[in-house]
């Protein structure tokens, strides 16, 4: 539908993100979107207005995402595609590995940083390779919380000494594999979570004849800081408390191996957002150490666990900053307390383990999503009013008159609103009562919606401080939903279970001012199937602002810092399964700076309806019998009935996103 010149000015005048004098540069869009917060130095805007990565976090190259997302339509690669930046990756270990290398340098540390990396922040094989690869040459080991990790885990300790720590609750099966680890010479720690853990080890060795090595939870008085601070991860419930970590050495010592306690662990929660809260843990584990080590147990490491903070963005929904340090500042931190503590009380200092996921992996994966479709809020400029218009619609229409008239208060406004609101609420009322009909009530949305539109567009330049609830209802009302093609419980979930807020941004057209407002939601039918608040300068962080969709251009949007925790979670939920994945690589050789190493398809949708037990063979016996019946009782001809089975059966390989990309429709008013 083609729209009027005045309906194109007013709605460029109702979503004024910006002031409209100077010209959008890249540089605005950077701004407005929070760039530099969180794409720390992996994400940038190009002067083209394209989103671009610098896989090596220097200047060194970059890789344009609209001129992969070209490679990839060329590939006939299907979307959403997450993609893989393996040199961010690897970038990201050489940066945590390097952070601390430089500060045990500059506070003459008497001991060595080994970093571990705990697999459950992302268990893809791949990247677990590519995290020791890239960690090698700094002795990187891993750390596993489950049985199920152990197993993955066992194989890929191939360096000479490398360390494993275990963590989490252990039953024996799993404490025996550990102990059967030690006698072939492997560095795994199993750390006691509980007393009744140890005293099982114990058992354990004895009966294999093996004294084992261990490692201790230590339960600190100290309290965690930011979101994990209370759940503290599932696992804040264990640790031994000062007394039992007493006793635990007493029973060593009194076997003659106090030396078997090697490590002492502490995990304050992910994403420690102050600093200061991580000093005072360590500081009180240092004390513990040195108190221990003056008593003659030489505890040779101290583990400070993960929690190593990533901005996400400044400005959460929830008034939530980012994390108050970087990565140096962390290491610096970690390095210095220990050493102080440990120089006051004359003491050997640690070898230090960190177990930091969410800051090796977060920067490396980037999920892209294409626009399906934009719905824009709003009535007509016009709206024909039935022959007999019900007084309902009669109202309205005055008030949309009303309304219109330039000399009208805010208040007025306000209060016009209230009307429109207990108008439409009758009028539905007396639709299911029988006494308005349908074409009444379809003038009377029409109205509704014309009047709101009317009156943000008033109400918005008013700036009326504070801000009425009228208006922030009726922007919320008005922002345009934008479907896209992907699904919040597959690829966000840390969205829809802990608010976790992530940077999304357009791709393409950066050098434009986004001249709408958008909430993204998702293919599910779920009403919680969107993304509800935002990363950006705006003070309200309820919608996205985002470009109007230009008839066939696709328009993508990039989903930032997914590597960590997203990407391999996801159930199963409206059975849209795991998005295509692409392992990209960069190279200065190459025309456009990458290469792609690897093509994992999207799950087709015969493997996701099995892992809920339904089977190609029975559905298609079922399927055929229903055609087959309705060409026999010559409800269609047998030619067509087949062309339909065969369509039918087609579709069990296509992926469970819409694989053929209808091209986004024009906007339409609704
Ligand atoms: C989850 C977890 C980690 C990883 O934490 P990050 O914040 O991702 O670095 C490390 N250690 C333990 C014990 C954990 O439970």
Same mark, same amino acid.
């Given at each position: 539908m083609a729209k009027s010149a005045a309906a194109i000015a007013r709605d460029a005048a109702l979503t !004024? +993100? +910006?002031?409209?004098e100077t010209p959008w540069t890249p540089e605005d869009s950077a701004e407005l979107y929070r760039v530099e917060s969180w794409g720390d130095s992996f994400f940038m805007i190009n002067e083209q207005g394209h989103a671009a990565v610098k896989p090596f976090g220097d200047d060194r190259l970059a890789i344009d995402f609209v001129k992969l997302i070209q490679e990839l339509e060329r590939r006939a690669i299907s979307s959403p595609v997450l993609i893989r930046f393996q040199d961010v990756l690897q970038s990201r270990v050489r940066m945590l590995n390097e952070a601390f290398g430089a500060a045990i340098e500059e506070a003459n540390y008497g001991n060595r940083y080994n970093g571990v990396y705990p697999i459950k922040v992302n268990q893809l094989h791949e990247v677990v390779e590519e995290v020791l690869e890239a960690g090698r040459k700094y002795g990187m080991g891993l750390e596993c919380g489950s049985k199920g990790e152990l197993i993955a885990c066992? !194989?890929?300790?191939? @360096? @000479?000494g490398m360390l494993l720590v275990c963590n989490g609750v252990k039953d024996r099966s799993m404490l025996s594999l550990i102990l059967s680890a030690q006698r072939l010479g492997l560095n795994v720690v199993p750390v006691m979570e509980k007393y009744s853990e140890f005293e099982s080890l114990l058992a354990l060795a004895d009966l294999q004849g093996v004294s084992p090595v261990l490692g201790v939870r230590v339960r600190l008085a100290t309290r965690g800081s930011g979101r994990w601070s209370e759940s503290g991860g599932a696992r804040s419930k264990f640790g031994l408390s000062i007394p039992e970590l007493v006793r635990l050495v007493a029973e060593l010592e009194r076997r003659g191996k106090p030396d078997a306690l090697a490590l002492l662990h502490f995990h304050i929660g992910s994403q420690i957002i102050d600093i200061q809260v991580l000093k005072r843990a360590l500081k009180e584990m240092t004390q513990i150490y040195a108190s221990l080590h003056q008593r003659g147990v030489k505890v040779r490491y101290i583990d400070i666990g993960g929690g190593l903070g990533v901005s996400y963005g400044a400005g959460h929904a929830r008034g939530e900053a980012g994390v108050n340090y970087g990565l140096q500042e962390y290491a610096n931190a970690v390095v210095y307390a220990i050493k102080e503590v440990c120089d006051v009380q004359e003491v050997p200092t640690p070898i230090i383990v960190s177990e930091s996921g969410r800051a090796i992996t977060a920067h490396h994966s980037v999920l892209l999503v294409p626009v399906l479709e934009g719905h824009r809020r709003g009535g007509p400029d016009h709206v024909a009013l039935p022959a007999e218009p019900h007084a309902a619609v009669e109202a309205l229409a005055k008030i949309l008159d009303n309304v219109r008239n330039p000399d009208r208060e805010p208040e007025e406004l306000i209060e016009a609103y209230h009307d429109i609101e207990e108008i439409r609420i009758e009028a539905r009322t007396l639709f299911s009562l029988g006494y308005l009909e349908l074409g009444q009530l379809a003038t009377v949305e029409e109205l509704y919606w014309s009047i709101a539109r009317d009156l943000l567009g008033r109400l918005r330049p008013a700036e009326i401080d504070p801000t009425p609830a009228e208006v922030l209802e009726l922007e919320e009302k008005l922002t345009d939903r934008y479907l896209c093609d992907f699904s919040v419980f597959q690829s966000i979930l840390d969205h829809w279970a802990i608010d976790q807020s992530f940077p999304i941004i357009p791709i393409d057209r950066l050098d434009e001012k986004p001249d709408r407002r958008a909430l993204l939601v998702d293919l599910t039918c779920d009403s919680d199937g969107k993304v509800s608040h935002y990363i950006s300068a705006m003070e309200d962080k309820t919608f996205l602002p985002v470009h109007s969709l230009e008839g066939d251009r696709p328009y993508y949007l990039g989903f930032f810092l997914m590597g960590a925790y997203q990407d391999i979670m996801g159930d199963t939920h409206n059975l849209f399964g795991r998005v295509a994945e692409v392992h990209v690589y960069a190279d200065a050789d190459e025309p456009d700076n990458f290469w792609i190493e690897r093509i994992i398809p999207g799950a087709a949708i015969h493997e996701m309806l099995a892992q809920v037990q339904y089977f190609p063979n029975d559905l298609n016996r079922r399927m055929s019998d229903i055609v087959k019946r309705k060409i026999d009782a010559g409800i269609i001809r047998p030619t067509l009935g087949m062309e339909i089975l065969g369509q039918y059966l087609a579709c069990f390989n296509d992926t469970t996103y819409c694989d053929a990309r209808p091209a986004p429709v024009a906007e339409r008013a609704g």
């Open positions: !004024p +993100v +910006v002031a409209p066992l !194989p890929h300790l191939t @360096e @000479e």
